[in-house]
Structures are given as structure tokens and as C-alpha cells.
């Protein structure tokens, strides 16, 4: 898959995509129905904006994304997607018309044959411009446009929104139906406290910061490792939270991958969530500690001996 970070630096052999156009924070069934659209009539392409929208609009809010930039493009490379144009998205961009948008990124930068876009899609200065707008500009400058309509699942519109809802309730199934896949964190792993060495449990600790937080506590859980020497897929119960035991602390993801041995630091490893187990505790030793430890992992183990 080919990145492109700006729509004034795209080579003229990688003008004429076809493209899928949105945030795509998850990349849910309804952004997947979106990019099913653009196939077929070009080379498959994204357009989508980082940092994301929300994050320029409202900095202070607390994080809400369910993947960051890099864990979006490899899912979108696992969907065939061949040119990833991932815009910076500024005030400059914000206050763009959306003639001008249409105009200047789409049809001159991204020389664009044809867009997908879902069917509550906003743009252009202060949300102007909607799908009807975008197929008339379509018109006018030389692209089509196709809108998807939204997609419900058992009544509930699939969205980020249900999702994040989901995973905050400790229901990673539920996100997971909506997703099309299981809900995953990914990132390098870091040097931690050692803690879980000491206790018998070796952990591989992941930052979870800019991320919406799932429900505090304990998952089974599938981790692969993307990159490195242990290269694979493996199993594990992972602790998402802030270590009650041990004092205040930043929430970070901590995975006990089981059977293995090895070093992972510095590796870049998928945290599938798959399910929730109990909520964070706080243990009065570190022998009750341990012995809860083992028996998460054995839950961890015979649920996902079925999942």
C-alpha cells in the first residue's frame, strides 16, 4: 500500500483512484461497506485526515479513538486498499470551502475518477457540504460519487460511537459483531516495572495513551507479534488498567502471552481483546495476587480454546 501525506505531492501514476472517504476510526462494517463501493472502478484507495478532526476541534477532550493512524493502515492494507492519501487535517484544511475541497484535494491534488462516501458525511467549512453537495460537485469537476447507506445490527446504527459504547461496558463480543473483527490495540512494546517477572507472570506493557479506554480490568486475549524475531500469533490474558496494587499509575495494557519465552521489547504487537474476565481489584497480598493471576489465565485459556 502507498501513503501519501499531502494531496500536493501525488506522482501523476497515482492519480485516477478510486476512493473510500472518511475518518474510519475502527474500521467498522459500515466504513468497510464504504470502501466495498469504491472497488472496481480504479485502483482502491482511503482519503482520511490525521490527526482526526475531532482532536483539532476539541483538544481537550478526553481520547476517544479506537485505533491510532498506524493500526488503521494495516487493517486497511489487509483490505486490499492499495493508495492510503491521509491528509493533514489544520485549521487551513478545516476552513476550506466545500467547493473549494472538492475542487483543490479531490479533483486537481488526488485526481480522483470516484468517491465513497457514507450517507451522514460532512464537509467543508463549518460541516456545509453533505452527500447531495458532494455529488453535485462530483458533477461539476469530473468524479463520481456513490454514498452507502448506514447499516444497523439487531436495531443499533453500527457507528464508532456504539462501539466505543461497547467497549467501555466491557462487551468486546458486542463491538466485535459490529467491527467485522476483534477490537485491537496495537504499539510497540515498552519497559515497564517488572512486577509480573517477579510474580511468576512476565507481561509485554503497551502504552494505551490518545486511545478511548475499554473497560478496566482482565481479557482473554489474541497477540500477535508484527515484527521481529517471534513473528507470530499467540494467546494471553491481558490487564488493562492502572495497577491498584501498586499505587496511582498511568492505564497501560499489560499481556501475559502464554507458553512463550522470549524478548519482546521494542517489538510491535496486536492486542485482540476477546473477552472481559472481572474488573481490576485490589488484592491483600501479593500471594491472593498471584493466585487470582492463575486463575485468569486458566478462564483465558479454556475461553479461547473456543473462540
Not at 110 to 119: D, E, K, R, S
Not at 164 to 177: H, Q, T
Request: overall charge negative; glycine content about 12%; charged content about 20%.
Amino acid at each position: 500500500m502507498q501513503t501519501f501525506t499531502h494531496w500536493q505531492d501525488v506522482p501523476e501514476a497515482f492519480r485516477g483512484a478510486s476512493v473510500a472517504m472518511g475518518n474510519f476510526d475502527g474500521i467498522h462494517l459500515g466504513h468497510q461497506s464504504v470502501i466495498d463501493l469504491a472497488r472496481g472502478k480504479g485502483p482502491l484507495g482511503i482519503v482520511t485526515f490525521e490527526p482526526h478532526p475531532r482532536q483539532v476541534f476539541a483538544p481537550e477532550a478526553p481520547p476517544f479513538r479506537l485505533m491510532n493512524a498506524e493500526a488503521r493502515a494495516h487493517r486497511l492494507a489487509k483490505l486490499g486498499v492499495e493508495r492510503l492519501f491521509q491528509l493533514p487535517f489544520d485549521r487551513a484544511l478545516a476552513g476550506m470551502s466545500a467547493e473549494a475541497f472538492a475542487r483543490d484535494v479531490l479533483a486537481e491534488g488526488l485526481g480522483v475518477c470516484h468517491v465513497a462516501v457514507g450517507g451522514d458525511f460532512r464537509f467543508g467549512k463549518a460541516r456545509e457540504g453533505d452527500t447531495s453537495t458532494l455529488i453535485e460537485l462530483g458533477h461539476r469537476f469530473g468524479f463520481e460519487v456513490t454514498v452507502a447507506p448506514l447499516l444497523h445490527l439487531e436495531g443499533v446504527e453500527i457507528s464508532s460511537t456504539a462501539i466505543r459504547k461497547a467497549l467501555a461496558e466491557g462487551r468486546p463480543r458486542d463491538a466485535a459483531a459490529m467491527l467485522g473483527h476483534l477490537h485491537r490495540i496495537e504499539g510497540p512494546v515498552l519497559h515497564g516495572d517488572k512486577r509480573g517477572r517477579d510474580l511468576g507472570f512476565p507481561t509485554a506493557n503497551m502504552s494505551v495513551a490518545g486511545l478511548h479506554l475499554p473497560r478496566l480490568g482482565v481479557y482473554a486475549v489474541k497477540f500477535d507479534v508484527l515484527s521481529g524475531p517471534h513473528a507470530g500469533s499467540y494467546e494471553g490474558a491481558a490487564s488493562l488498567g492502572v495497577r491498584p496494587m501498586f499505587g496511582e499509575n498511568t492505564p497501560n495494557l499489560e499481556t501475559y502471552v502464554f507458553d512463550f519465552k522470549g524478548d519482546l521489547y521494542g517489538a510491535d504487537v496486536s492486542v485482540a481483546l476477546v473477552e472481559y474476565l472481572r474488573p481490576e481489584l485490589r488484592f491483600s497480598s501479593l500471594d491472593a495476587l498471584v493466585d487470582q493471576m492463575k486463575a485468569d489465565c486458566a478462564q483465558a485459556r479454556m475461553i479461547l480454546s473456543g473462540a
